[in-house]
């Protein structure tokens, strides 16, 4: 399975972003899906998650309420919609794939390349 992150950029504080990540390969729909983040000199953090089917997510608790994670299964696409947007959420996001809904943010073997969200004050 291979996957391409886009949609990053540079926006103000409170304002809103949606990454895509486009997943191609065969039995695509059987991994989970995960956004991760990492910020300049910081470890990487997980984000969010979507089961295979998309009928379950996870979403980290500095995101909880801000950022929703989707699958279109249609588009071949996961989305992370961003929204009221902090200057602390600046960082390259990444999406990668799992064969389990992993929630640790473990079990993720596939990686997609990075793309960078710049938050402005």
């Known amino acids: 399975v291979q996957l391409q992150a886009s949609g990053g950029g540079l926006v103000q504080a409170g304002g809103s972003l949606k990454l895509s990540c486009a997943v191609s390969?065969?039995?695509?729909?059987?991994?989970?899906v995960g956004w991760f983040r990492q910020a300049p000199g910081k470890e990487r953090e997980f984000v969010a998650a979507?089961?295979?089917?998309?009928?379950?997510?996870y979403h980290t608790a500095s995101v909880k309420g801000r950022f929703a994670i989707s699958r279109n299964f249609a588009e071949n696409t996961v989305y992370l919609q961003m929204n009221s947007l902090k200057p602390e959420d600046t960082a390259v996001y990444y999406c990668?794939?799992?064969?389990?809904?992993?929630?640790?943010?473990?079990?993720?073997?596939?990686w997609g390349q990075g793309t960078l969200v710049t938050v402005s004050s």
């Open positions: 390969g065969r039995s695509w729909s059987s991994f989970a």
């Open positions: 979507v089961s295979q089917s998309g009928g379950n997510t």
């Open positions: 990668a794939a799992s064969a389990t809904f992993d929630k640790t943010g473990v079990e993720y073997d596939y």
